[in-house]
């Protein structure tokens, strides 16, 4: 599903007198449906970055992003913006490390909108959005606020909701369960094993040791791509 | 590498500019500006005051004439066309039914003496609706849409707040389905809890509208949340451009970097 | 003649085919409004300047003027403009309208059918009928130039949506021959029907605003509406209090000091020729309005 292949970023801090910040190279790895990769190294690695190359947010200075998609392999490292986001509307779905909520959406609607924008109806969309929010614990006297008043932890599952509430081929997960607790991150652990069985081809960091070891199915060492080295 | 398919990847283009460019006398306002635009996408055009970004909705308009390069509009009947090469009744007639122009100035886009609902329908009489309970039905379900209280159907525009009237000059552009819409700072000049409100109702009708939408901004908060691309423009040309997250969270060029570093977090 | 010291109709020859010219481009465009170079006349603005230098253009020695203000002869502009032209071109006057071949006219058709030959002078004061809404100019002439008409039906629309229906009742605006909106100048619109396919010529001078407009005999006039709120007429509750007329336009008098008042023709020349024909109204015992002798 997925094939990085020598993946390279380097950032140019121009504010900083044009320093210039090498971040990874030769990123390469592959992917299969059913299978969590898990990334794994120290703060600053390079992990984040390398999900968001996948999810085509970073420009890659080299090397291609194969991505299986509509059945025939797309390269997002050299893709149109439109192609871009056809990938991304049917095929890549992230969960990104923070909530970035539109202000004055309930969050029922923010973790439905992925659905409703992919044509669902808006009550059908509801009904699947309440059910994982239930799930998740989140109270339903919640559902109809914006999530911006929220405690961190809520606000991260209802972006975790919205994440996992498409059926897509693909799923990027930055640090998931980082602000949840032991209760929360057991659902989420079950959401993606939920997902493995369904065949979806996972990219995800996490740090905590014992989550890694139950949904990694292969770790890559993202050291090996510091460019610095 | 196989071509993907569907999700309107074969859609031809509504919109394209090659080369564009305006001189003010010795002045270079706009300079080699091109891009292509397509049904349903929204693409913002940030920059800072005096970038060009106006002068770049006028000329995209036509309402400027161009001093290099040119604009082509794919009409209803599916035919390309080169916007100088349409007679003045013509480009009228588009402007009117199936473009939108939003105003920074809601005063500007709107008739300030006349009734809200007469505000909405003028379009429709335009193209000839002759039937006044039709015309205010639809002027009425629009203002709803727009979230105006359909008991002020009949006040002025001038009775308006800052925010009701920027919905109200939404609807009246909306109201004949046009498939592109121009904005020239739609927020600006709004509380930042009317402009919350306004971006998520702009947010609402593009998407259900399919609406395809070039948004002049210096707000990259707006772009971030309208938008697909963004194109960055200083002095007069652009300096990047690329799908919003790609630009705003990885910017290559000093300006834009700039830019993105000078606002809070959004 | 009597005014040696005037050119005949007090305009200049030069004057008047600069007129002529104008009058005929707005011919051959119906509804248009044509620019001239408007003169100063020896009366004021508000007086009906442009009707009268129209008036002076196309009067020839043989032809017998009317003038009425308001439907009536005897009012004080009526009987000016009248001695005016009788002054200085020495042409016969008439109050008949079935006699007159040149009429002028401010605010009022008048009732009896008009007919060939006859010419129907307006005094326009604002010719303009997209101005309420837009006041550019450029704007406006561009409007009609693309025949982008729809700002008139906001004003309808605005209209209906305060009183419930459409209240313009005076200066309603036309489309002339399917292509043109004018206005037919502040005569009731209870006369609109009349320049339809009107077998007279139709002028119209705008003085101040310095515009000529024409409709040809016979053209198609018709006044603009909704499906659901059709132009409609005007309906008065009587008829002619003097003359019993039913189909006429009809001003309210004061007769008394007491509040009495009645209604009557504001034609006075179709009401008095009425009333010699043997037709009498509810008041008809009453005194006879006075006559003057224009
Ligand atoms: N009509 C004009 N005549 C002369 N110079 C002009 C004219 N319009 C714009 N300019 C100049 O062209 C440049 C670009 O102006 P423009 O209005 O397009 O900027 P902008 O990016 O829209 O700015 P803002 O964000 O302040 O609205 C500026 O230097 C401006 O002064
Ligand atoms: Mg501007
Ligand atoms: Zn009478």
Redesign the pocket.
């Known amino acids: 599903m997925i094939d990085v292949c020598g993946a390279e970023k380097t950032f140019m801090m121009h504010l900083q007198g044009g320093i210039e910040l090498p971040v990874v190279r030769g990123v390469s790895f592959r992917v299969e449906p059913g299978e969590c990769v898990v990334l794994s190294g120290p703060s600053g690695a390079g992990k984040s970055s390398i999900l968001k190359m996948v999810f085509g947010s970073y420009r890659c200075d080299g090397g291609r992003i194969g991505i299986r998609h509509h059945g025939g392999m797309v390269d997002l490292a050299a893709a149109e913006p439109r192609q871009v986001l056809s990938v991304r509307r049917s095929t890549i779905g992230y969960v990104s490390q923070f909530l970035r909520a539109v202000p004055r959406v309930p969050s029922i609607d923010v973790v439905a909108e992925p659905l409703t924008a992919s044509g669902m109806a808006r009550a059908d969309a509801r009904d699947r959005a309440g059910a994982l929010l239930r799930r998740l614990n989140i109270p339903e006297r919640l559902w109809s606020l914006p999530p911006s008043t929220f405690s961190g932890g809520e606000q991260q599952r209802v972006n975790i909701a919205r994440g996992f509430i498409c059926d897509l081929p693909i799923l990027l997960l930055d640090e998931p369960t980082a602000s949840l607790d032991a209760a929360n991150r057991a659902v989420v652990v079950e959401l993606i094993g939920q997902k493995k069985r369904q065949g979806v081809a996972m990219v995800a960091i996490v740090h905590d040791d014992e989550i890694r070891r139950v949904i990694a199915d292969r770790i890559v060492d993202v050291t090996a791509f510091a460019s610095a080295a | 590498m196989v071509e993907p398919r569907s999700d309107g990847l074969e859609d031809p283009p509504l919109l394209v500019a090659e080369g564009l460019g305006k001189d003010?006398g010795r002045?270079t306002?706009?300079k080699d500006v091109s891009f292509v635009l397509y049904p349903g996408e929204v693409l913002a055009v940030v920059?800072?005051?005096?970038?060009?970004?106006?002068?770049?909705l006028q000329l995209l308009s036509a309402q400027l004439t161009p001093s290099a390069g040119r604009v082509s509009y794919r009409m209803r009947d599916g035919m390309l066309r080169d916007l100088a090469a349409l007679g003045e009744a013509e480009r009228r007639f588009l402007f009117r039914t199936d473009w939108g122009y939003v105003h920074q100035d809601p005063a500007q886009g709107l008739r300030m003496a006349v009734s809200a609902g007469a505000n909405v329908g003028e379009r429709l009489m335009a193209v000839g609706w002759n039937h006044y309970g039709r015309i205010r039905d639809t002027a009425s379900s629009w203002l709803q849409r727009v979230e105006i209280d359909t008991a002020r159907i009949d006040d002025a525009p001038r009775t308006y707040s800052g925010g009701m009237r920027q919905r109200l000059q939404i609807a009246r552009n909306l109201v004949t389905e046009p498939r592109l819409v121009l904005m020239d700072?739609p927020t600006g000049g709004l509380d930042v809890s009317v402009q919350a409100r306004l971006l998520d109702l702009m947010r609402n009708l593009v998407n259900e509208l399919g609406l395809a939408a070039v948004v002049?901004t210096?707000d990259l908060a707006v772009a971030r949340l309208l938008s697909h691309r963004v194109m960055v423009?200083k002095d007069?040309r652009v300096i990047e451009t690329g799908l919003t997250d790609q630009v705003l969270d990885d910017p290559r060029e000093p300006y834009t970097q700039l830019l993105v570093s000078s606002i809070l977090p959004v | 003649m009597n005014a040696p010291s005037y050119n005949f109709a007090y305009l200049d020859e030069q004057t008047k085919r600069m007129i002529r010219r104008a009058i005929l481009k707005a011919i051959a465009t119906p509804g248009y409004q044509v620019p001239f170079a408007s003169r100063e006349m020896p009366m004021p603005y508000g007086w009906g300047t442009g009707g009268v230098q129209v008036t002076a253009a196309i009067l020839g020695p043989d032809d017998v003027l009317k003038v009425i203000d308001q439907g009536s002869d005897d009012t004080t502009n009526a009987i000016s403009i009248r001695k005016f032209f009788g002054k200085t071109a020495g042409v016969a006057t008439t109050t008949s309208t079935a006699e007159a071949t040149v009429i002028q006219t401010r605010h009022r058709i008048p009732e009896a059918p008009l007919h060939g030959g006859q010419v129907l002078v307006y005094q326009v004061p604002i010719p303009e009928p997209l101005r309420f809404l837009e006041p550019r100019e450029t704007e406006t002439r561009r409007m009609h130039a693309l025949g982008e008409y729809g700002l008139m039906h906001v004003k309808l629309y605005e209209d209906i949506a305060r009183f419930g229906h459409i209240a313009t009742s005076y200066a309603y605006p036309v489309k002339v021959n399917a292509r043109y909106v004018m206005d037919p100048s502040p005569t009731p619109k209870f006369d609109n029907p009349k320049m339809d396919n009107c077998p007279a010529l139709q002028l119209f001078g705008a003085g101040r605003e310095k515009r000529i407009y024409a409709i040809p005999p016979h053209t198609n006039v018709v006044s603009l509406d909704f499906e659901d709120h059709p132009f409609a007429r005007y309906r008065f509750d009587a008829p002619c209090a003097l003359c019993g007329a039913g189909d006429s336009y009809l001003d309210e008098i004061v007769t008394d000091d007491k509040g009495g008042r009645m209604f009557v023709c504001s034609d006075t020349d179709y009401c008095e020729t009425r009333q010699a024909a043997g037709h009498r109204g509810s008041e008809s015992a009453a005194p006879h309005r006075e006559v003057a002798h224009g």
Do not use: R
Request: with cysteine; hydrophobic share 25%.
């Open positions: 003010y002045l306002a706009c920059g800072e005051s005096g970038s060009g970004k106006s002068t770049l700072e002049v210096h423009m007069g």
